[in-house]
């Protein structure tokens, strides 16, 4: 009797474990599609023309990335297509960063973007969505914080009047 006990607490404690590594992964949007890490969005009709959010995006990035201070950052444009790659470090943890890609396309009066290929880089470089990758909730916390803002940043600056 005494051993069925101790089975069913210990299942049910392995039940908690995984249930709450579930959650601590659940902090960063996933796409539907691929299942990867991701955050995307697509605008609402702006009055700004194509032209003006072009302007208005070289401006931002411009401000907010320089390849020249960062090996990590990198730039390129196609037509209307932007795309970023950069690493952000973990405020407050020694040596831990997020690496991303952010791709902007924009239209007439709109804009969509796509933040994915989430890297977890300490000792090694991992994607997010390996399992070598951090199990720290505190980590999704402070990597979600970071993509969060970056993206605030750049819908501020798209949407703005000036």
Not at 13 to 31: G, M, S, T
Not at 126 to 137: F, G, H, I, Q, S
Request: net charge neutral; aromatic share 10%.
């Amino acid at each position: 009797m005494a051993q069925h006990l101790l089975l069913t607490v210990a299942a049910v404690a392995l039940l908690y474990v995984n249930a709450d590594a579930q959650k601590k992964r659940e902090i960063i949007p996933r796409d539907s599609i691929t299942n990867k890490y991701c955050y995307q969005s697509i605008s609402a009709e702006l009055p700004a023309s194509k032209a003006e959010l072009r302007d208005k995006l070289s401006r931002w990035i411009s401000q907010n990335y320089d390849t020249l201070k960062s090996k990590y950052t990198t730039l390129s444009e196609v037509g209307d297509s932007y795309s970023i790659h950069d690493r952000e470090a973990l405020p407050g943890r020694a040596r831990k960063f997020v690496e991303y890609d952010l791709s902007v396309d924009l239209k007439e009066h709109r804009y969509r973007y796509t933040l994915t290929d989430l890297q977890y880089a300490a000792v090694g470089m991992y994607p997010l969505e390996d399992k070598m990758a951090t199990d720290k909730r505190s980590d999704f916390e402070a990597m979600d914080t970071i993509l969060r803002r970056i993206i605030a940043s750049m819908e501020a600056a798209l949407q703005s009047e000036w």
